[in-house]
């Protein structure tokens, strides 16, 4: 089977400051691994993707993952975080061995201080 | 990329009745998934869709309380049976395009579903 761990539930920085939310996953396949975003109200959004290509994914809006296989991790990252990043964020995992199902975490809420 | 259209966005039933949320996509896709999302809960995928065949269904859930139907390949519907407070969801559609290795899921804006 296949799984996300989104370490933290709830991530607090001020504006400004560096954004990490934390992901961990586990799959007997090669992975493709996505974050997406949710703002109150609003639909999902991709913020990006990692399929078996570059380890170093770049996506919309300044954020970031990287893709470390010895780690089984994909954590997010933004260098300056805005109030307009705060939202929910999913870490999703899916492989082709398991049909392509999306497979979602927990969800991190981001809060943005100012 | 893809568009999808999800009817109704928000409703609120009696328990007991049933409520038909529809997902139209703007291209053909093989492949079409319906997850819920509780309150304050992440997605949880109930069944995936395929054109010209019986829906699959994950553990938990089943073809009685929740029928799908796929009549072709640009539409899917979900349906809510004999609902009951616990039903009050968002419920969003899915599809996945571009190659095996290399799909991007597609969402819909959701259908806000409260049972009273």
């Known amino acids: 089977a296949q799984s996300v761990t989104q370490l933290d539930s709830h991530v607090s920085v001020s504006e400004g400051t560096p954004v990490l939310l934390r992901c961990n996953y586990s799959s007997s396949y090669s992975p493709s691994l996505f974050w997406y975003v949710q703002h109150p109200n609003k639909g999902l959004q991709l913020l990006l993707k990692?399929?078996?290509?570059?380890?170093l994914v770049k996506g919309i809006n300044g954020f970031e993952a990287e893709f470390k296989k010895s780690e089984t991790s994909f954590h997010l990252t933004k260098p300056s975080a805005h109030m307009s990043d705060a939202a929910e964020y999913f870490c999703?995992?899916?492989?082709?061995?398991?049909?392509?199902?999306?497979?979602f975490g927990a969800g991190t809420i981001l809060r943005v201080k100012s | 990329s893809a568009v999808i259209s999800q009817k109704p966005s928000r409703d609120i039933c009696q328990r007991g009745t049933s409520l038909t949320i529809q997902c139209q996509v703007d291209?053909?896709?093989?492949?079409m998934f319906w997850y819920r999302q509780q309150p304050g809960q992440s997605l949880t995928l109930i069944a995936t869709a395929n054109q010209g065949s019986e829906a699959t269904y994950e553990s938990g859930f089943v073809i009685d309380k929740f029928p799908i139907s796929r009549p072709n390949l640009t539409f899917s519907t979900l349906t809510v049976s004999n609902m009951s407070p616990e039903d009050s969801s968002i419920y969003l559609c899915s599809v996945g395009v571009g190659r095996a290795t290399n799909t991007e899921a597609f969402f819909g804006q959701g259908t806000r579903l409260t049972v009273v």
């Open positions: 999703v995992v899916s492989a082709r061995g398991y049909g392509n199902k999306l497979v």
């Open positions: 291209s053909q896709v093989t492949m």
């Open positions: 990692y399929t078996s290509a570059a380890t």
